[in-house]
Each structure stands twice: as C-alpha cells, then as structure tokens.
Nanobody, 113 residues
Framework: QVRLVESGGGLVQPGGSLRLSCSAS????????MGWYRQTPGKQREMVAT???????NYADSVKGRFIISRDNGKRTVYLQMNNLKPEDTATYYC???????WGQGTQVTVSS
C-alpha cells in the first residue's frame, strides 16, 4: 500500500517562499503521475500543480509564474516550490497520485502578516 507524507508547510509573510515535499513509500514512484492540491475549510479541494512521469507540468492559473512542481524519482519525492506567496494561497496542501484516491495527510500553509 502506497503512503504519501507531506511536509514543509508553515507560516510565512506575503511575498515569502516555501518548499513543500511529498515523499512516497514503495518502489513504483517513477510510474506515478503526481499532483499537489489545496483546500480551505469552506471550499472544494482544487488542483494546484501536476507533474507526469516524464516531468510534464501543469499549473492552476492562480499559481502560474509563482509555483514550480518537480520530482526526484530517486528520492521518491515530489516538490512544490512556492514563491511570492499571497494570503489567498493559505490552505492545507495535499499531494496525490493522479487518478487515484491516494492522498497524504496534508501540510498547512498560512500566508499572513
């Protein structure tokens, strides 16, 4: 059974940066398309960024130019570099194996002065 563990969240000032990590158990990480999603209490979970097995990336319009998703198959880890953070980026961030119901526990990102 695959397990995902997110880390790297925290409290940052507007304009600051964070790097989130999602580590996967198992030996088949390189075969997974991965994604980062976020959710606030009153909203649906939304896609932030995705990355395929061949490192093709897609981003939500709201984060284009600010966030970068990447992966390191040797470390079985997908990253989300978040730059120029805005208060509206505040959410719990989850990683996901695309097209599955496999999620991590989430990591909280709060952008506030």
């Amino acid at each position: 059974q695959v397990r995902l563990v997110e880390s790297g969240g925290g409290l940052v000032q507007p304009g600051g940066s964070l790097r989130l990590s999602c580590s996967a158990s198992g030996s088949r990480f390189s075969s997974y398309n991965m994604g980062w999603y976020r959710q606030t209490p009153g909203k649906q979970r939304e896609m932030v960024a995705t990355i395929t097995t061949t490192s093709i990336t897609n981003y939500a319009d709201s984060v284009k130019g600010r966030f970068i998703i990447s992966r390191d198959n040797g470390k079985r880890t997908v990253y989300l570099q978040m730059n120029n953070l805005k208060p509206e980026d505040t959410a719990t961030y989850y990683c996901n194996i695309r097209s599955t119901a496999t999620w991590g526990q989430g990591t909280q990102v709060t952008v506030s002065s």
